[in-house]
Each structure stands twice: as structure tokens, then as C-alpha cells.
């Protein structure tokens, strides 16, 4: 059985950093493409991040380009998050989840929706205040 597990979330002011992890465990971890997602209340789900099987490729959409950086560690099924000049709107709750196929290249947050991306955790609250 496959299981997803984002942690690291937490409260922070404005400009401070936090970096989540996210474990996936049941599957062969290096065979997927991997994304951060969040979701503020009351908004679409965005992803914000990828990273292809061998952490090779990564690519962030402009409303995290320079702030965030996204890792991962195949020996530990663990991919990372790296969050830093945190803003307010940044608020929202953080997923990850795994794709057999999603390149991970400019556009990709406009795809998201195209690709197999499942296994999603319970997902790690993120809370930016001003």
C-alpha cells in the first residue's frame, strides 16, 4: 500500500523560512516524477514545484521562482521543500504527490491537471503571518 506524508509545515512571519519534507513509501520512488501543490482556503489547488525522477530537472512557476527550491533523495523516498522569503500569500496547505508521467518543465502548473499525479498525503499546513 502506498503512503504519502508531508511534514515540516508550521507558523512563520513574513520572511522567514520553513522546509518541508514529504515521504512516499509502497512504491518504487524513483520511478515517478514528483510536485508540491497548496491550496489556500477557498482557492484551486496550484502546484508550485517539480522534480523529475533523478532530481535532474526542476522547474517553479513565477509565484515561487527564487523563493523555493525542491530536492529530493531517492535512497530515502523523501522529497524536500525548501521555503524561504515567505509572504503572507504563501498561507495555504502543502501537498506532494508522485506521477508516472509529468515533465517537469516551463508550464507545468498549467498541466497539472493532464497528468497521473496520485498518492497525495494529508498535506502540512503552512501559516505566513504579516
Known amino acids: 500500500q502506498v503512503q504519502a506524508e508531508e511534514s515540516g509545515g508550521g507558523s512563520v512571519q513574513a520572511g522567514g523560512s520553513l522546509k518541508l519534507s514529504c515521504i512516499i513509501d509502497?512504491?518504487?520512488?524513483?520511478?515517478?516524477?514528483l510536485g508540491w501543490f497548496r491550496q489556500a482556503p477557498g482557492q484551486v489547488r496550484e502546484g508550485i514545484s517539480c522534480?523529475?525522477?533523478?532530481?535532474?530537472?526542476?522547474y517553479y512557476p513565477d509565484s515561487v521562482k527564487g523563493r523555493f527550491t525542491v530536492t529530493r533523495d531517492n535512497a530515502k523516498n523523501t522529497m524536500y521543500l525548501e521555503m524561504n522569503g515567505l509572504k503572507s500569500e504563501d498561507t495555504a496547505t502543502y501537498y506532494c504527490?508522485?506521477?508516472?508521467?509529468?515533465?517537469?518543465?516551463?508550464?507545468?502548473?498549467?498541466?497539472?491537471?493532464?497528468?497521473?499525479?496520485?498518492?497525495w498525503g494529508q498535506g502540512t499546513q503552512v501559516t505566513v503571518s504579516s
Open positions: 504527490a508522485a506521477a508516472t508521467f509529468a515533465p517537469c518543465v516551463p508550464g507545468w502548473e498549467t498541466k497539472v491537471g493532464e497528468y497521473d499525479y496520485k498518492y
Open positions: 509502497g512504491l518504487t520512488f524513483r520511478d515517478y516524477a
Open positions: 522534480i523529475s525522477w533523478s532530481g535532474a530537472s526542476t
